[in-house]
Nanobody, 123 residues
Framework: EVQLVESGGGLVQAGGSLTLSCATA????????IGWFRQAPGKEREGVSA????????LYADSVQGRFIISSDNAGSTVHLQMNSLKPEDTAIYYC????????????????WGQGTQVTVSS
């Protein structure tokens, strides 16, 4: 059974940092791209960043480019999202998801999802 479990969310002041982790199990880690998505209250879910652990390719949404860093721990089958210079508009539930191909941040491309972790950035 494919499993993705997010952790590391919390409350932080604007300008601060948080690192989210996505622990995976039930599939060959290198065969899947892992993406981070977020959903703020009243808004649609949007893609934040993704990584292809098999070759290290990454991509970022414009809104987080230069502030967030995605990385993979292939030995631990875990993906991390380091979030720096956080803004109140980064407040959302953050989800990680797995896709059998590395085709960007389209939600429809991702087949398996975690339950999410709340990130709240206070002003």
């Amino acid at each position: 059974e494919v499993q993705l479990v997010e952790s590391g969310g919390g409350l932080v002041q604007a300008g601060g940092s948080l690192t989210l982790s996505c622990a995976t199990a039930g599939f060959t880690f290198g065969d899947y791209a892992i993406g981070w998505f977020r959903q703020a209250p009243g808004k649609e879910r949007e893609g934040v960043s993704a990584i292809a652990p098999f070759d290290g390719s990454t991509l970022y949404a414009d809104s987080v480019q230069g502030r967030f860093i995605i990385s993979s721990d292939n030995a631990g089958s875990t993906v991390h999202l380091q979030m720096n210079s956080l803004k109140p508009e980064d407040t959302a539930i953050y989800y990680c998801a797995a896709s059998g191909s590395f085709n960007g941040l389209a939600i429809r491309e991702y087949d398996h999802w975690g339950q999410g972790t709340q990130v709240t950035v206070s002003s």
